[in-house]
């Protein structure tokens, strides 16, 4: 039996090994080409470790094109949108969770509605009231369209649920109001719903790519997923510009990938805390 | 006047039947009034509302003369220990004390020095950075105390706050919160559904059933002078023995015997009650009992048996042996007896001659 068990344990660990390495694969791909000269790019077979490394593949890319700019864009507005979400859907959640009002569950079965709708049937109402707000061409008008948000809506209220009854009470009769009780006690207590949302939102609005396409048309309004992608159409000869265009990915990415170690600390520090403390 | 009124107070949770109806009570400054009754009859939903954690339906709740039926919690000066401690998981415990205080906006040097005092009386000083997950139920429990006294508040609600507790460790903590209550002279409310707790800490017990009073009264008074059947078989290790009394001809009796009542009641119909501690084998009186099993607390010793069907129990002060089946007499102490009426169920004042 054990050893059974055994060789089903490493059978599997291989497999998930393979997936996970064909699944990192592009982005090792990525981060190798673009230090390698522009014709080891296409050798066969791949060589991992570039012969020579071309760091001037970065400054010639931030030459080539304002990344520094996009990058700025996309941080910001990402920083600002995930901001105002997890701001909104927490007010919203607690409402949902902790008091009684008439058409309670209505309201969040609407809320859940809208979600089941598909986001590009939202873009032309969304365009025209952008346009009516002058805010087209805008980076403001690309954080408003985004400050609500159900999929954090739906997450934060389906755990603010999990909170006992006789903590919110607690809080009260320790004369918290309402708003005390929100930030000080439920959001504290969901710290992991919280950072989910936080690094679902983050990841899903710096790679948001359709709609700022169709918002934003100023080369320097562009967010770094739009720019990017600008950039590799307009390099024409393709095989002479990869080290550019995959210097240029790179720079897109590493934000992200920071975020996600930053964050992704946060998951086992908190998973840990929560079960030592029960 | 009293600090606390309630008046007509009426409680319907969303289309359900009343839990509370026609509530009146008025709790003196200072007293600890325990509302003692069975699971489910309405304790914890009256303290909720007295907290202002439930809305009241009808009637009006008087705090020192005011009207406190809308007024939020946090402007109510109450204090709660819940029945489930209810700590905040994600502070530790010097926080969870705290907290109240900090949302009345008090000096952080004040807040610390008013926990390290409550943290020193409760035996919390060790524990103060820890976080409620690493304490046992009752440290928890303590730390739910030392957030209440630690508020000083002019009303102290307890929602069986030693429910959760061993046997040995309610009985320290018991003695622990009448302390408390003696040197903070705090008016107290304390709701439980076990009578030991309600007998040893209150100066009134308010007992309830289905939401309404069934008696008011010291512990002396609900014990030796049960308003009525349920008081009377609900008060007391084992309850009050309870016997149909049987009416010819004007005359009362207990099985064959014949009692002789001081008062003249005409034919109203009669239960005899007595209690286990009152009652006593004495193999020359009429009453007979056939013994169904003994049980030997240490202490004490008590007869269990059925006395014409109905179960009876006496508390036995002798060493002498019973078998089961074995029918031996029951005497009682005249002076001790009640009397319910047998369709109301309410006491009725009658004496025995001797
Ligand atoms: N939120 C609620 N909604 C509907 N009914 C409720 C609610 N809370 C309590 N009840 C009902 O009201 C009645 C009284 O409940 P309550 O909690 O006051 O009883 P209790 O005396 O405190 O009981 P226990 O000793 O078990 O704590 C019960 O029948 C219960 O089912
Ligand atoms: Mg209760």
Redesign the pocket.
């Given at each position: 039996m054990k050893k059974v068990q055994k060789i089903q344990g490493w059978a599997l660990f291989i497999i998930l090994l393979i997936i996970g390495l064909l699944m990192v694969y592009p982005m090792i791909w990525m981060l190798v080409s673009s230090v390698k000269s522009a014709n080891e790019i296409l050798n066969q077979p791949l060589q991992l470790i570039p012969r020579s490394f071309h760091f001037d593949n970065f400054t010639n890319a931030l030459k080539a094109a304002p990344f520094m700019q996009w990058l700025w864009n996309s941080a910001w507005t990402t920083v600002v949108i995930v901001f105002m979400q997890l701001f909104f859907s927490s007010l919203i959640a607690y409402a949902l969770t902790q008091f009684k009002f008439m058409g309670r569950n209505v309201l969040f079965a609407i809320i859940l509605a809208t979600y089941m709708l598909p986001s590009a049937t939202t873009y032309i109402p969304s365009y025209v009231i952008l346009g009516k707000m002058h805010l087209i061409n805008s980076l403001i008008g690309l954080v408003i369209s985004n400050l609500a948000n159900v999929f954090v809506i739906f997450l934060l209220r389906q755990s603010f649920m999990s909170v006992p009854k006789g903590i919110i009470e607690a809080a009260r009769s320790d004369g918290a109001s309402e708003w005390t009780i929100l930030w000080q006690i439920v959001v504290p207590m969901n710290k992991n719903a919280v950072l989910n949302a936080t690094l679902i939102g983050f990841i899903t609005n710096f790679n948001g790519y359709l709609w700022p396409s169709l918002l934003l048309n100023d080369t320097k309004k562009q967010v770094i997923s739009v720019g990017l992608n600008s950039f590799s159409n307009t390099q024409g000869a393709f095989d002479q510009t990869f080290p550019i265009i995959m210097a240029g990915t790179t720079i897109a990415v590493v934000p992200l990938i920071i975020v996600y170690v930053i964050l992704q600390k946060y998951f086992v520090q908190s998973s840990k805390t929560s079960s030592i403390k029960g | 006047m009293d600090l606390i009124e309630l008046k007509r107070i009426n409680k319907q949770?969303?289309n359900?039947e009343k839990?509370i109806e026609d509530f009146d009570l008025n709790i003196k400054k200072g007293d600890f009034t325990v509302f003692l009754?069975?699971?489910?009859?309405?304790?914890?939903?009256?303290?909720?509302m007295i907290a202002g954690l439930?809305k009241i339906s009808a009637g009006e709740l008087l705090i020192n003369g005011e009207l406190q039926n809308d007024l939020p919690p946090k402007e109510r000066n109450i204090a709660m220990v819940f029945?489930n401690y209810a700590l905040y998981p994600h502070m530790s415990v010097e926080k969870n004390m705290g907290f109240g205080l900090k949302m009345r906006g008090i000096d952080k040097q004040i807040i610390k020095q008013k926990v390290t005092d409550a943290a020193k009386i409760l035996n919390l000083t060790d524990y103060l950075d820890k976080f409620p997950g690493n304490l046992s139920g009752g440290q928890q429990q303590r730390v739910a105390l030392g957030r209440a006294i630690v508020r000083e508040s002019e009303i102290y609600l307890m929602?069986?706050p030693l429910s959760n507790l061993d046997a040995k460790l309610r009985a320290v903590m018991r003695e622990e919160i009448v302390t408390l209550h003696k040197q903070m002279a705090a008016t107290t409310i304390y709701?439980t559904?076990d009578q030991t707790e309600a007998m040893t800490m209150a100066d009134r017990i308010v007992i309830?059933n289905h939401?309404d009073i069934q008696q008011i009264g010291t512990p002396k008074e609900v014990y030796q002078r049960p308003q009525n059947m349920f008081v009377a078989s609900f008060i007391g290790i084992p309850p009050m023995n309870l016997i149909p009394l049987k009416n010819h001809d004007g005359k009362y009796y207990l099985e064959n015997a014949e009692l002789s009542l001081k008062d003249d009641l005409g034919n109203q119909p009669l239960v005899f009650g007595i209690r286990p501690e009152d009652a006593f084998v004495d193999n020359a009186a009429p009453l007979k009992m056939k013994v169904t099993y003994i049980e030997d607390m240490g202490a004490d010793r008590y007869v269990h048996g059925l006395v014409n069907g109905t179960k009876f129990t006496l508390r036995d002060g002798s060493n002498n042996d019973y078998q089961v089946d074995q029918e031996i007499g029951v005497g009682f102490t005249a002076q001790q007896v009640s009397f319910f009426d047998q369709v109301s169920t309410n006491r009725v004042e009658a004496n025995l001659w001797k």
């Open positions: - | 949770y969303e359900k839990v009754g069975p699971s489910g009859c309405g304790k914890s939903t009256l303290l909720r439930e029945q929602d069986e709701v559904h309830l939401g």
